[in-house]
């Protein structure tokens, strides 16, 4: 009876498990599609008829994945001595291809990792005969240089003489390690991760982006499929087919990381939110951009007609109006030079004019000197002739006076002698003067 209620029992459990396991598997899996993070918001906004361009750019999705495929993934072992140099040093690497460097010489048959590292994940680091020289604090760091993915575990390692003191604790930020000399011990070191552990030969399959459309009022669930691109290069486009040629995708996407959306002819219509949605399942990559689009009215560009001009023969006795004239200047960056131009030119004929005034001044002046100096010159010469008669008729003058003067002074020689004793010949002196 037990047999038979427990088998019931278990039928039952069964049953119910199977359809909580599917929906299970299918929440998890809708949430799977959708649990990618918003990582930008933008709100862009065109007029109709004109085209946008909706930027989706991510560095990380760009397809680098080369043919060797050794140099994508890699773990290096390094140690820190605290004594007596304190100085760093690389013990060991390897890479994905599977081949280890050893950097010191006294370390080759002694320190090694596990050929199969890179695919059931254990990188933990082997030393055998342990000595003195080992004692210190290992790093394993771990580079995913296609991901961009960098982790770190950290082992203290000390070498005790004594059985009795080997033992293995956390001091709380790191696993120290207390082993004995000449032993082996193993330092931890696991991650199996796929993106550690699985390179599939499909991995384009898995790096895909895709372009979703929610109208106004929808629900984000209920969006609109517009595009999805590989990284093999398949592309699928959703809707009519006037929808697919207004709307696409550069095919360098993957090998520029640009995921840019152009839409053109821009209408009412393809107003609403447009989401880029990254996913690079490899390396655990989930990204989305949202971008809510507005159409604005079209720019309307209205040209007035020619307007002419008045004719000649029109009405007189009609008041006239008064004309303008529309003097377009053509649009240049060097457009300022004129006017300065003008000033200059200006300038430099007003200078020209008033040195031409000067000149002529000058010159109106010499020619008024000199010719006073040649009648000056002349005149002397014909006055040369006039001064030599001149000069006779004055010495005639001057011997007259001189006579004049002469018979005075004898008169009054003559008053003075009168009234002396001496009698003086008036006759006589004046023969003699006379001679």
């Not at 991995?203 to 999805?228: I, K």
């Not at 990204?287 to 159409?295: H, K, S």
């Not at 040209?303 to 109006?321: G, Q």
């Not at 004019?353 to 000197?369: A, C, G, V």
Request: glycine share 4%.
């Amino acid at each position: 009876m037990k047999t038979k209620r427990e088998d019931s029992i278990l039928q039952a459990l069964l049953l119910i498990h199977i359809p909580v396991a599917c929906l299970f598997a299918a929440v998890s899996a809708q949430s799977d599609s959708s649990s990618s993070v918003v990582v930008a918001g933008y709100n862009v906004s065109a007029p109709a008829g004109s085209r946008v361009l909706l930027q989706c750019v991510s560095g990380r999705m760009v397809w680098t994945r080369d043919r060797v495929r050794d140099r994508q993934r890699v773990v290096h072992w390094d140690m820190y001595r605290a004594r007596p140099d304190y100085a760093m040093e690389r013990v060991l690497d390897m890479y994905s291809a599977g081949d280890q460097r050893i950097y010191n010489s006294y370390n080759l048959g002694r320190v090694s990792l596990s050929p199969r590292a890179f695919k059931d994940g254990n990188f933990s680091l082997i030393i055998k005969d342990v000595t003195m020289n080992d004692r210190g604090l290992y790093s394993c760091n771990l580079h995913h240089l296609y991901c961009h993915l960098y982790e770190t575990i950290r082992v203290q390692l000390n070498v005790t003489k004594s059985r009795r003191k080997e033992q293995r604790f956390w001091d709380g930020q790191k696993a120290v390690y207390v082993v004995l000399l000449g032993s082996t011990v193993v330092l931890p070191c696991v991650n199996r991760r796929n993106v550690w552990t699985d390179w599939s030969n499909e991995e384009e399959d898995q790096q895909v982006v895709h372009w979703d459309r929610q109208s106004p009022g929808v629900r984000h669930d209920r969006a609109d499929r517009l595009v999805d691109l590989y990284a093999s290069g398949e592309q699928r486009s959703y809707g009519p087919l006037f929808l697919q040629r207004k709307m696409n995708i550069s095919n360098q996407a993957f090998s520029e990381g640009d995921f840019s959306l152009s839409i053109s002819d821009l209408q009412p219509t393809d107003q609403g939110m447009y989401s880029c949605h990254l996913h690079h399942h490899y390396c655990g990559l989930h990204e989305r951009r949202e971008f809510q689009v507005t159409v604005e009215a079209p720019v309307i560009q209205t040209t007035l007609p020619a307007k002419a001009l008045p004719s000649e023969d029109k009405d007189t006795t009609k008041a006239e109006s008064p004309r303008v004239i529309n003097v377009i200047l053509p649009d240049q960056r060097h457009h300022f030079l004129l006017p300065l131009g003008y000033v200059l030119t200006s300038f430099l004929l007003l200078a020209f004019i008033i040195l031409i005034i000067i000149l002529i001044t000058r010159r109106r002046k010499s020619k008024e000197y000199y010719p006073q100096a040649s009648m000056r010159s002349s005149r002397s010469q014909s006055s040369s002739e006039e001064f030599e008669m001149d000069v006779t008729e004055v010495n005639e003058c001057t011997q007259e006076e001189r006579r004049f003067d002469y018979k005075n002074n004898l008169l009054k020689e003559k008053v003075h002698m009168s009234t002396q004793p001496k009698v003086i010949d008036l006759d006589k002196e004046m023969e003699k003067f006379s001679k």
